[in-house]
């Protein structure tokens, strides 16, 4: 394993950051030509699918494994596309793995997991519609016969722009459901892409999606009719991780752009690496690194002992992404920081860097949303 | 001064904040024709000039009552430019003041004054020229019969695409001086505006900027030789303050605009200003604010009556750009978060403002070097 | 106004802090002996009762010009004590300067700001009684023929050890009443002191205090019936700004030893004042207490022009409060750690500042309450 | 393993706490005498030596195992004394377990690690000897025939009053260089106990410690001549971790103790526990202390797997140590302020917890020393 994450980490240093730089420095656009190409590197370098089962074409890593060859690939803004360990697909994989029907598994399941095709995740809505609260779903699907119609808005549909399917929830008579509807379905609509800050990194982007009298068949329904939320617990812990994983490696990359660029500047008599405030600041930087990896090496061993929907795995998965979003936000903007001017420009890296993670303290569970879980859980164990 | 302030608020809100929204929103671009458009506007209000003397035009404000006037025009983002207090200018209005000659006041600064012209500041060196210490200053001025050659590189020459002329500081035999050098100069070359985070705020731009073989006259001499870190100095405490009474007017806008949404959102069976840790968020933001508005006062009150280039005013308004700088994050920042998703979306002031509002942590002296001094004089008063 | 600022700290440092160190390193008790010679001692020195009104033998300042005298007195932990400007004699003070009849005044007031007495606050009661939330009051005043009957349970009762009488707050038919108990009432118990952290600062203690079938006359009212909690908010915003200036005194004194230790000791080659981690904890104590300052002046300014009950002064004395007690806890942490090992004994005096300011973080409001109170306002502001 | 960490849980809260109670709240004293009944109930209870080897009648555990034990240990203040797990005790038992001949090993560890004698570290030194800086050592060992004499001033020798032995480092004319010396050694004389705020976990205190013309002979030498400071070392990342297991223990039972205080305290019409901004409490604290458990066992792995001086045990010890030291405060700084006033008695244990806890940041490396070294060892990493 340490092995692959070693590969994964050459692989994306060699052969990723060019591409990166390309797209920071020069505004190469991150298109799905693009992508494909990255994918292609990845496979031909053995570190294509760290997520996807084996039966599928992938490396069948447990949540353990893939912590570091996750981090590794998250090095670059890119790495994790380039690898098919990134948002939504990662989670949509792991979902359809769970929940899938061996047809739908064939159908969606394993040209998502070459990379062929793209997914989308149609959850949040705009108000009064759900945002962190599940129980404001607004999207209704009704049942008729041989099937069921689809009628809501959803924005922040993360992917859509380029999707091949959707997995949306809606609400039913029995309760919240999952469906897969075809990009090509007519009762689909997308609609603008949402000028998130993140823009590097989302091929498909975070759309606004309209589905209006949108009719899908009986097999399009994912898992069992009103058991939605349930199967959104089971993606969430697994895809909060991958997200923890990808951004640690971001702030790693960061902090050893910070180390070397303070070693090579000078200032009041000294170079900047010799001055004790940015000593501290780098210290900082390393606490908050091990800390994010150790605790999501607790959670991936609570999903991979307990099971991704047990109590700890949660509670843990929880505890993870608050501290790792906010960590790697504290990495990244020190590191900007220390670069002085140059940090604050955009075709720098760590410039950019910071930018783009701003929405992981808000995307997956805000941190307010997880610090009141946590804290009922808390509440609950010592009743 | 309190009515001033109040016409201020007034004019930014109703006359400046729809521009605003078709620059954030649409992409209108910021051109200096806008700026004409806008500071002609806030002439017909009678609020254009705080900054500047009244023999010039100006309102010739003292510190202590331009405070409340900068933060209201601080509200947008542009604000500051309609009123024509907006770095470079506002500094370089500053040190003409206290500087120029009869002549070099009727050449450089009435024009300024006035907003017929921008100007720029030309002090900040690629490494391992000078950043926050002025001792590695690298650039150049050789005297020559009648006048002065410069040579050597700039860059984070705030203002200069566009700007009618330089304040260019180069060492000289007898110590670093500042010299006034026409746009027109043959010697100078304007390259490639530096791609900042802060681009909506600054129609010129920050540039990197050539002097090469850029000969000048005596005349262009702005104070006396030898003397040009005095000169800095004199514009230091000033300028950092106008930039804190420009932020925190960005401050209170966010934090005006996150009470109101927070106030129409629900979730989890009440309204998002009804939870408990929205309301701690909210509450800090006011205490940063407030924070702010006290120590600017402070330091505002040492440079009116003990002047700007004294200990007391440089030391205070060390504290106060150091400790708004960060407060106006950690409040732009907590914006973001309340605003949800929504608070990403670059459409949305909040995400554009936490943006623009990085540098504001590096530019005029950054954090770490202004800790430094501050702790200097700690220990010196202890010694 | 300076120069009684600066004779009161010439006066601390020559003649208090003498006897504050044999309280702190040799166990001197903290007698009322002892206070009353430290007050005929700041007597002598011109600088006693700077809250006291003139015609009860005070100096009569108003809240701005305390400011800097009550700092200055505060760089002693029993510098307030000495000049009678310390809880909850000077919030008594001031609340019967506000409230009492010329008889009451006669009575209780005079004594009170000679220093001749001492006297206690009976406000907080043992759960399920009031803490913070006034509303659960549970202390009862019952009305019966020329005077009352008062019964209930009271606990961090400031100053009851000892005092001579207590503003006792019960509800009555007509709402929360506040009346004077004089000592020697046979219905007033005083039970144990309470082992709070703060236990040199406070000569009466906080103490358990029972009224049982206490009888006081009509005459024992201290304002009108039923307005308790509108004259506890007239105590307040004053009583608060109070505490905040004697504590940011103390950081002050902590900031001086601390400055000067880390000139003295060195360690890996430099004095650990040349050390860039011990500078940026200076200079963030620093600017903390210029914030604390600043804050504290911009109330004071507020409770003078505006009223002590008016809601710009108390808006502003909460922010004030939550900030300057987080601020100063923050300055003696850091003041600890850098005096090493030396800083957690209790011989020194940064331990024991360290402990005994724990409790301004809770009493007179604690820091959650009054953000709750900050946000409640915020949002009115913007609804 | 988890079995007995329960056992632990379950001992330490049946047996322990109620005499844990007599010292906090009655003043019962901790003596040598309770020390030795208290150890009694644990090894009646199966659980007693956790670090010691199992061939002198200790458990044996390996770094990992420890974890879980040492912080159910530490869910008392005097639990880890019970167990034989607290310092300085469980960092000799470390090094005379690595170092000592069989001869020393049979006359030293075998009687401290039954629990029969407390030993002491005589390592820091008063100004201008050595603090955190080893080479600024001033104690000097002279060697002389069959032996050495030792001259120098000690302070906070930890567990020096009434300790059987003494491990002294000083400097040869090799190098430093550690020395076993017995208590009734006459040329050892034990001063005043030095009044830190950690009074109630430490029997033998923090002492002044003098050897004057202190002759030892060969057999003295604790390992080999002039490496005393490996010997350091390898005593160091071990007992650092030790130390963050006891006092994340202490950390997880204030957690308890305030989840369990604010479900039944009410105010402003709901329980304490409904509050968000408790709850954001609660959650900041289960996020502290779940990180804090992650990087105790990436720490411990690193000690297990690669042994305790390779410089990933080190760097991962120190980055434990600098975060658990910093999270535990902040975690019984929270639980104060959520116990309200009865948070500030030392009749309660979160107040003595607080007390207590705060030489945790500067005992065994100063977090800022520490920093400075993980510096370091980032900039190296990226030369």
């Known amino acids: 394993m ?21 797209i920071v420095v020069d505004g190469r656009p991150m298109t799905d030509a693009l992508r494909l190409e990255l994918q292609k590197m990845a496979k031909d370098a053995g570190v294509f699918g760290p997520l996807s089962p084996v039966s599928y074409g992938g490396l069948g890593l447990d949540t ?16 994790p596309l380039a690898l098919n ?39 949040t809505e705009p108000a009064p519609g759900t945002g962190s609260d599940p129980s404001m779903l607004r ?71 309209r589905f209006e009298n949108c009719v899908v068949p009986d097999e399009a329904v994912l898992g069992a009719v009103g058991q939605g939320l349930e199967y959104a617990q089971v993606r969430l812990a697994p895809s909060r991780l991958t997200f923890c994983m990808n951004w640690l490696g971001l702030a790693t990359r960061a902090q050893e752009l910070t180390a070397r660029h303070i070693q090579r500047r000078e200032s009041f008599g000294a170079r900047i690496a010799d001055h004790g405030m940015a000593q501290g600041q780098l210290a900082d930087n390393e606490i908050d690194i091990e800390a994010s990896r150790a605790l999501i090496h ?24 608050t501290f790792v979003a906010e960590a790697v936000w504290r990495v990244l903007d020190r590191a900007v920081q220390l670069h002085g001017g140059l ?4 075709d720098h890296l760590v410039a950019r860097f910071l930018v783009e993670a701003r929405a992981f303290r808000i995307y997956e569970g805000p941190s307010e949303v997880l610090r009141w879980s946590i804290a009922r859980r808390v509440l609950r164990n010592y009743r």
Chains 1, 2, 3, 4 share one sequence.
């Open 2 to 22: 340490a092995e692959l994450a070693e590969r994964t980490r050459r692989f994306v240093s060699e052969q990723v950051f060019p591409i990166e730089r390309e």
């Open 64 to 79: 353990r494994a893939q912590a570091p060859v996750l981090e590794a690939a998250g090095t670059s803004l890119i790495g």
């Open 85 to 123: 360990c990134w948002a939504p697909d990662d989670g949509n994989i792991h979902l359809l793995a769970h929940a899938a029907t061996p047809e739908q598994a064939e159908r969606y399941l394993r040209p998502l997991a070459s990379g062929e095709v793209r997914s989308a995740i149609a959850m």
């Open 139 to 209: 999207t209704v699907a009704e049942e008729v016969t041989d099937g069921w119609i689809i009628n809501g808005d959803k924005h922040f549909t993360t992917g859509a722009d380029g999707a091949a399917f959707f997995v949306c929830i809606a609400r039913t008579e029995d309760g919240p459901t999952m469906f897969l509807v075809d990009q090509d379905n007519p009762g689909v609509t997308v609609g603008r892409r949402m000028p998130t800050l993140d823009h590097t990194s989302a091929p498909g982007g975070h759309c606004e999606v």
């Open 298 to 321: 607790r959670a991936a061993v609570a999903i991979d002992t307990e099971g991704a929907a047990s109590s700890s795995a949660r509670h843990l998965a929880s505890v993870a992404k």
């Open 343 to 346: 940090g604050v420009c955009e």
